[in-house]
């Protein structure tokens, strides 16, 4: 019995094709995990950004009320605003480095994100970092006998804390 026999032309081109389409897949496969994985990473930043912003304009609720009532000089208790940050953070299972000052609060959450292709090709986690800052301002509202401090994050965040002159603790509020 015979077989059928290739073309002669056709013996010169075994296995090129294998690679090239092993090649091609790999490349294919780089840029589908550099999609995903990069989204995932963006995610994690913004969920890290949202995290530290959040904790900083807790930590700047820590108003010095003595100063303020004694001469209208709007400052924060260092101590107490890095505690206040650190519990929320705490709070939301974040981690991140929390420094503070008379007149600004800084949160940094620094997370790991796990890869989902990328693994493959060796790089498995991704480290995602998120910075807040938030500064007490004095704001004065027309309607009613007490004036208003509003923290402002970087973010164009806004949290009001209403202080009123007459009692001994403020109120926080978020909008």
């Excluded at 026999?5 to 013996?11: A, L």
């Excluded at 401090?149 to 001994?168: M, Q």
Aim: hydrophobic share 40%; glycine share 10%.
């Amino acid at each position: 019995m015979n077989r059928p026999t290739r073309p002669t032309w056709w013996h010169g081109d075994d296995g090129q094709v294998t690679a090239f389409v092993v090649a091609l897949s790999l490349g294919v496969l780089t840029l589908t995990g550099l999609t995903l994985d990069g989204g995932l990473a963006l995610a994690a930043t913004t969920r890290a950004t949202g995290q530290a912003e959040a904790a900083a304009r807790a930590g700047a609720q820590a108003i010095d009320l003595n100063t303020y009532r004694a001469n209208g000089t709007l400052r924060l208790r260092p101590a107490d605003a890095i505690a206040n940050a650190r519990a929320h953070l705490a709070a939301e299972g974040a981690t991140g480095t929390v420094t503070a000052s008379t007149n600004t609060v800084t949160v940094t959450v620094t997370t790991i994100q796990r890869t989902q292709l990328l693994g493959l090709v060796g790089i498995s986690t991704l480290t995602v970092h998120g910075q807040g800052i938030a500064r007490p301002q004095r704001e004065t509202i027309a309607e009613g006998p007490r004036s208003v401090a509003k923290v402002a994050t970087a973010g164009e965040r806004r949290l009001f804390a209403n202080i009123k002159t007459y009692s001994d603790f403020p109120v926080g509020h978020y909008c």
